[in-house]
């Protein structure tokens, strides 16, 4: 980590940080772990941070947990938080799927998936986030009515996550972006949110430029639990 980052991790962890141990299955008590009882937003990894900070400075309202591996991400993210002075995030390092069993079902306003590694090896599509049995995992925890927004560059994990969103029973396309459950890439509606909802709109990535700039489409997928 940078100096900024270290400095940052070892002023804010304390307050701000969720090591997340294999294993460990205790019931994670949101309301304790942000001071207050509030809607909350899990965003699976979050890369340096940005998205998480830009959309928690957004939406005072609502309180954001953010879970990354990679170690300077969590300093970068802790960096942002004292620059501007958020009190709406927590920063958990660790796995995201040991995570999700200390959350109770029902519970999250909105799951984040925004650019998660594709594995774009056919061997490696196995290693994917965006699947069947972690959708379930991850519509179990949201409220009825709540959001589960996945975002990718490349089409064929598009079409994957799509299915995968589709499969479930329990789940429907937010809004009138997919009105007919087919992929659609959003680059021109970035704002467009369903009717009712005044969630804040998801800042563009790093991965999202980068994607772009290779000619691939953003794909966002947003379903709604029933």
Known sequence: MSARHADARAALWPAYGLTVHDGDRTPLDLAALFGRDAPVVWEIGFGMGETTAAMASADPGRDYLGVEVHTPGIGNLLALVGELGLTNVRVAHGDALQLVHRIAPGTLD?????????????????????????????????????LLHCATDWPDYAAAMLDALDAD??????????PARTVKA??????????GDDRPARPETKFERRGALAGRPITDLRYVRH
Request: hydrophobic share 35%.
């Open 110 to 146: 909105a799951v984040h998936v925004f650019f998660p590694d594709p594995w774009p090896k056919a061997r490696h599509h196995k290693r994917r986030l965006v699947r069947p049995g972690t959708v379930a995992l991850l519509r179990d925890r949201l409220r009825p009515g709540g």
């Open 186 to 195: 959003l680059n021109a509606d970035r704002d467009l949110q369903p009717a």
């Open 169 to 178: 029973r329990d789940l429907q396309p937010a809004g009138d972006e997919l």
